[in-house]
Nanobody, 115 residues
Framework: QVQLVESGGGLVQSGGSLRLSCAASGNIFRLSLMGWYRQAPGKERELVASITSGGSTNYADSVKARFTISRDNAKNTVYLEMNSLKPEDTAVYYC?????????WGQGTQVTVSS
């Protein structure tokens, strides 16, 4: 069982920055992949960024060059640094990880970008 707890969301003006954190806990050895998804009202949940335990990253085209994902393997924590935020980045952001054949999600953290 894996528990994921996100933090760092909030309200920010367009062009601003936020940093999200997600800490994983439970009886886990190593999480191979951790990532962030987001879901805006009326839209499908979409991948924002992901990172492997080796540091390989993947980003949605809409956030490339603005968002940076990183992780601390010793702490089983993943971060999402979000810069140059736009109103269209407004969504609930969810931390995600697959582990031993199951998918785990955090409770979500709201990010609101005002214009």
């Amino acid at each position: 069982q894996v528990q994921l707890v996100e933090s760092g969301g909030g309200l920010v003006q367009s062009g601003g920055s936020l940093r999200l954190s997600c800490a994983a806990s439970g009886n886990i050895f190593r999480l191979s992949l951790m990532g962030w998804y987001r879901q805006a009202p009326g839209k499908e949940r979409e991948l924002v960024a992901s990172i492997t335990s080796g540091g390989s990253t993947n980003y949605a085209d809409s956030v490339k060059a603005r968002f940076t994902i990183s992780r601390d393997n010793a702490k089983n924590t993943v971060y999402l640094e979000m810069n140059s935020l736009k109103p269209e980045d407004t969504a609930v952001y969810y931390c995600h990880t697959p582990y031993l054949g199951r998918l785990y999600w955090g409770q979500g953290t709201q990010v609101t970008v005002s214009s």
